[in-house]
């Protein structure tokens, strides 16, 4: 069902329109309706429809107006536009916007009804081509990455480039791959949506712009990392310098549109199809380069060989001392402004590698961790989330994105400081107590025969500091140690379960479906 918006400052008009025919007969279905161009902007921004219905002369905002804005907004809108005799003038100016028809007032029905039909037909044919240009749009993206990825014989590749119109029968290739560091969206529920939409704006526009280039054309697409990839082909290698040259100032256009990063690598120039492989190889392995290198040139091998040739002088080592202590006196401003302050000095180091930055930033994250061991404090890996921010440390591209995963860390073993030094010593005991032999018995009554304390009041006072009570802490630091087994060796579950305190096998069913949601062996085989 299409939908339809009729706009005339006339109501008998709107009013005779919703009853003059059957507008089901022609799929289409009315969904509002104004009285004046502003006011129908206004809710088609809200409630976009497929044809719009509006006369010409209108207080507020002209039916011309409402048409240049609507077919801004909407740019495959459908228009008709109603007039009276003496309007042809203003009709004129509007059938420059593309407009099916213009019905003169009063509105002959079987005109009218003609027009629906061949309108409606119109945005079915339209529909049709856009889902068939999408369709070939995946078809071209799937076989131009199993390309790059050389999963592609060269027989098929041929035979889909021809479908496809893709020029791939040169000599030598080169392979360039556009990172667009997009920023999050002002609203966090529409951050994905956010970056698709500008991840397809910059890659639109870098395939409109290579595809179009007389003096370096080439292939663009998105890869399966949703970094923008571009393959450039040509029949020698002297046109090679004259491919870079023609693409650095592409990008230097690019920088100046957007206003968020684009970092840019380039493979090796590589002969034959099997070529582009290689070079899309050596290009996304360059990336991880711009930990050390401005982002603003575009970077090659040769970049890289000059960065490593340089003299290198020593890398600057933390004052790990200064660290300890800024963190356990919890003086977080002062501790991440050091931690700034060192990795900015430490990524001016001449003759540094990306490796050698990432060991000492997981150097840093360690020595946090170790606060926590220096402070006779427990250590509950889960609570500190070090898996991810370690992932997080190697995953990135540049400099910032260290420094946020440092922070990150710095930031979660103070809080976690904090979190222990509101603790009654007791309290702190019974937790060290369970992070060490969670899987014997545990209950208030053993803990406070133990430490010589009420067990009631031990319950209490252990749930109004910690914010659970002792079974359910216990529960979910065994089921966080089952999980790791489970994950990392190829014990039976019922083993798992001895191990991490539960003698029976259908309790620790009913244990570790309640804290993860699904069965051990289902967490398992997901693993």
């Keep these: 069902m299409y939908k339809v918006f009729l706009v005339d400052d006339e109501p008998f008009i709107v009013e005779g329109l919703y009853s003059i025919l059957d507008w089901l007969d022609f799929q289409l279905e009315i969904i509002g309706s104004a009285e004046n161009g502003k006011d129908a902007l206004g809710q088609l921004r809200n409630h976009p429809a497929d044809l719009l219905i509006t006369d010409i002369t209108m207080p507020e905002m002209t039916g011309l107006e409402l048409i240049r804005e609507a077919r801004a907004l909407f740019p495959d809108l459908k228009i008709i536009i109603l007039s009276g005799y003496n309007e042809f003038n203003y009709v004129k100016e509007g059938m420059k916007y593309g407009i ?63 479908l496809l119109g893709l020029q791939v029968s040169h000599g030598f290739f080169e392979t360039a791959v556009i990172k667009p560091m997009i920023p999050p969206g002002s609203q966090p529920d529409d951050m994905i949506q956010y970056r698709n939409e500008k991840l397809d704006q910059v890659y639109q526009r870098v395939r409109s712009m290579t595809e179009h280039d007389e003096a370096a054309p080439g292939i663009c697409f998105v890869d399966w990392d949703s970094d923008i990839v571009v393959v450039f082909g040509c029949s020698s290698e002297a046109e090679q310098h004259e491919i870079e040259a023609a693409f650095s100032q592409l990008m230097d256009q690019l920088r100046i549109i957007y206003p968020f990063e684009l970092l840019v690598s380039m493979g090796e120039l590589q002969s034959g199809l099997d070529g582009a492989a290689e070079s899309y190889r050596d290009a996304k392995k360059i990336q991880q380069f711009f930990l050390i290198s401005p982002h603003h040139i575009v970077l090659t091998s040769k970049r890289i060989e000059e960065l490593k040739h340089q003299s290198g002088s020593s890398i600057h080592t933390p004052d790990w001392g200064e660290y300890s202590r800024l963190l356990l006196s919890l003086q977080q401003e002062e501790l991440l402004e050091k931690i700034g302050a060192d990795l900015d000095q430490l990524s001016c180091t001449e003759g540094i590698t990306p490796h050698q930055v990432q060991n000492r930033v997981v150097e840093m994250i360690i020595w946090f961790k170790q606060a926590i061991k220096e402070a006779n404090l427990p250590d509950p890996e889960e609570a500190e989330g070090y898996k991810s921010i370690f992932a997080g440390v190697f995953s990135s591209l540049t400099m910032a994105e260290l420094k946020q995963q440092v922070t990150l860390a710095a930031q979660n073993v103070m809080g976690y400081l904090k979190e222990q030094q509101s603790l009654s010593p007791v309290v702190k005991q019974v937790l060290a107590q369970i992070h060490e032999h969670y899987a014997d018995e545990l209950s208030l009554k053993l803990l406070g025969q133990e430490y010589n304390i009420n067990p009631v009041y031990l319950g209490q006072l252990f749930h109004r500091e910690t914010g659970k009570t002792l079974s359910d802490y216990v529960n979910s630091y065994r089921i966080e140690k089952a999980k790791e087994l489970l994950k990392r060796s190829n014990l039976k579950v019922q083993e798992v379960a001895r191990m991490t305190g539960y003698l029976d096998n259908s309790y620790f069913f009913r244990q570790f479906k309640k804290y993860v949601g699904v069965s051990p062996a289902e967490f398992k085989g997901l693993m």
Excluded: C, F
């Excluded at 027009?115 to 999408?134: F, G, P, R, Y």
């Excluded at 799937?142 to 480039?161: A, K, M, P, S």
């Design 100 to 162: 099916e028809n213009y019905l003169l007032k009063p509105i002959n029905v079987e005109e009218l009804k003609q027009t629906l039909k061949n309108t409606v037909d119109k945005i079915e044919s339209t529909q049709a081509q856009a889902m068939a240009h999408q369709d070939m749009d995946i078809l071209r993206s799937n076989i131009l990455n199993r390309w790059v990825n050389g999963q592609i014989q060269t027989e098929e590749l041929l035979e889909r480039g021809q």
